[in-house]
């Protein structure tokens, strides 16, 4: 059983950064796909970054390609997102997921708690 616990996330301004965490307290996600969701109020949940077992592949969601990079720490069994240029638009709570990875949300398997992002204007 896998358990993944999120941190990082806070009150920013537009154009600030923050960098979330994603650690696996339980299990081992080190060859595990590994992806970030957000969900907004009202919205449904929505992917973000995917990135491969072995951290050769990864994919963004178009709205945030550019401005966010997922990455993994693999002797930390711990995967980041990066949020730099934050958008108000970017507000939400920031999920992980392990799984069989891809960008829907369908193919994963394990889920943190959520970290908020709150990006004022």
């Known amino acids: 059983q896998v358990q993944l616990v999120e941190s990082g996330g806070g009150l920013v301004q537009a154009g600030g950064s923050l960098t979330l965490s994603c650690v696996a307290s339980?299990?081992?996600?080190?060859?595990?796909?590994m992806g970030w969701f957000r969900q907004a109020p009202g919205k449904e949940r929505e992917f973000v970054a995917y990135?491969?077992?072995?951290?050769?592949?990864?994919y963004y969601a178009d709205s945030v390609k550019g401005r966010f990079t997922i990455s993994r720490g693999y002797a930390e069994n711990t995967v980041y997102l990066q949020l730099n240029s934050l958008k108000p638009e970017d507000t939400a709570v920031y999920y992980c997921?392990?799984?069989?990875?891809?960008?829907?949300?369908?193919?994963?398997?394990?889920w943190g708690q959520g970290t908020q992002v709150t990006v004022s204007s």
């Open positions: 997921a392990a799984g069989d990875g891809g960008d829907s949300s369908t193919s994963y398997d394990f």
């Open positions: 339980a299990g081992n996600v080190r060859r595990t796909a």
């Open positions: 990135i491969s077992r072995a951290g050769l592949v990864r």
